[in-house]
């Protein structure tokens, strides 16, 4: 090719143009698959129905979520926990437990989206799932064939009976499966943080699972499970992997306990704004169709939820913390901030959060947005405190 300017510049238009459009982060930390540019939100039914889950629950669910508001505030992804499959067809195929879904899969897939929802399955990368039903180990590409002709639009892969199989390598063949189905299917994976997979998964998974399961308890361990964790162990653990969320690739702190009754409405708060603050999946776990008003509160708060999808994509983490009280940051786009103020005792504290922990010059004035009381305060200037009720947290937006 003979080079001239016209050629350079047609070259530059073409190949420099998009990149323009968005910082050198957003496009670096995009999933090879495109999706989840935010972190998935929507509902799931194992917190609250485990396996007692059928069709009628789901349909129930899908209207709530749209008479509720839910689906309008982002709650986009109905998914479907364990227990829904039933045996495997003469040819391998996996069919559906008939007596929990005599409809079949696809036509309730069919109902989600004629509610504008998006629809999302389980499996697992053993033979078997933790729930006892048949895994897809051997099947991915049968499973993952189904899933799409189904109408799936997002995968809850699981890591019961997986034997010595090696991590990386069960995901990554599910992750190339939905890949060749010819669907959009987020992928999320659900190995409990066995294999560190932040550190290998960014172009395998949309979201990775960084511990074992939640359970109901602000800071009460189950005595019973020693894989169950409440929200305070959760977040001990998830936080300081805060740099290897992004665009496409998330922590995934666990599916939401508000509404579930293990909690009391500031703790519900505490949990709903950390998972937002660390821009974790926020999906409902609770019986939408039948929530009360607090609960209803809590998941709709529009102003937390856009903290958790901002979309510069950077989990928040901690900045300041002494005995039970702590400052937390999360990064906004366009140089805006969250601010949260966590106290984790048994009584009231006053928590003061300064200029240099926001990363802002001390001599800087912003708008001060508080995301539960739902009004503004008085300007930024430098510091900000507040009286934070036991187990509770005040919220912030920081706009410059
Ligand atoms: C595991 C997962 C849970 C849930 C159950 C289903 O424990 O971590 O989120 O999917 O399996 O059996």
């Known amino acids: 090719m003979h080079w001239n300017i016209g050629v350079a510049l047609s070259l530059l238009a073409t190949t420099v143009t998009p990149a323009l459009a968005e910082t050198t982060q957003e496009v670096v930390n995009k999933a090879s698959n495109g999706l989840a540019l935010t972190p998935p939100m929507g509902w799931n039914s194992w917190n609250k129905f485990a396996c007692n889950v059928n069709e009628k629950v789901v349909r ?128 999320s994976m659900c190995e409990w943080g066995t294999s560190q997979p932040w550190l290998w998964a960014k172009n395998t998974g949309n979201l990775w699972r960084t511990t074992g399961d939640i359970w109901d308890s602000f800071n009460k361990n189950d005595k019973e499970h020693s894989w169950a964790h409440p929200v ?59 929530m009360d008003e607090t609960t209803r509160s809590i998941l709709l708060n529009k102003e937390v939820i856009a903290v958790d999808q901002d979309r510069l994509g950077v989990q928040g983490r901690r900045v ?8 937390w940051v999360k990064p906004l786009a366009g140089g805006a901030r969250a601010l949260l103020l966590f106290n984790r005792g048994e009584a009231p504290a006053t928590i003061r959060a300064m200029a240099e922990q926001l990363g802002y010059p001390p001599g800087l004035r912003a708008r001060v947005r508080d995301l539960w009381a739902h009004k503004d305060r008085q300007r930024w200037s430098g510091a900000l405190s507040a009286a934070v009720e036991p187990h509770g947290v005040a919220m912030y937006r920081i706009d410059p």
């Open 320 to 327: 300041w913390k002494e005995g039970e009280r702590e400052v």
């Open 232 to 290: 305070t162990d959760i977040v001990d653990f998830n936080e300081p992997l805060w740099p290897f969320a992004g665009p496409g690739h998330w922590n995934d702190a666990d599916m939401l306990e508000v509404g579930n009754g293990g909690m009391t409405p500031a703790e519900y708060r505490s949990h709903f704004s950390l998972w937002a603050m660390m821009a974790s999946p926020l999906m409902a776990g609770n019986d939408i169709a039948h």
């Open 60 to 187: 129930d669910t899908v209207d709530a979520m749209v008479s509720s508001g839910m689906r309008d505030a982002g709650y986009q992804y109905v998914v479907i926990d364990d227990c829904w499959a039933g045996p495997r067809d003469p040819n391998g195929f996996i069919t559906p437990d008939s007596t929990r879904f005599p409809s079949g899969i696809k036509a309730l897939a069919d109902y989600i989206h004629s509610k504008g929802l998006k629809f999302g399955i389980y499996s697992d990368a053993g033979r078997l799932t933790c729930g006892g039903r048949p895994g897809s180990q051997g099947h991915e590409y049968q499973d993952a064939l189904t899933y799409a002709r189904w109408g799936a639009d997002y995968l809850k892969y699981d890591w019961c009976s997986t034997g010595d199989r090696n991590a990386k390598e069960a995901y990554a063949v599910m992750a190339d499966a939905l890949r060749q189905s010819g669907r959009e299917i987020v992928f």
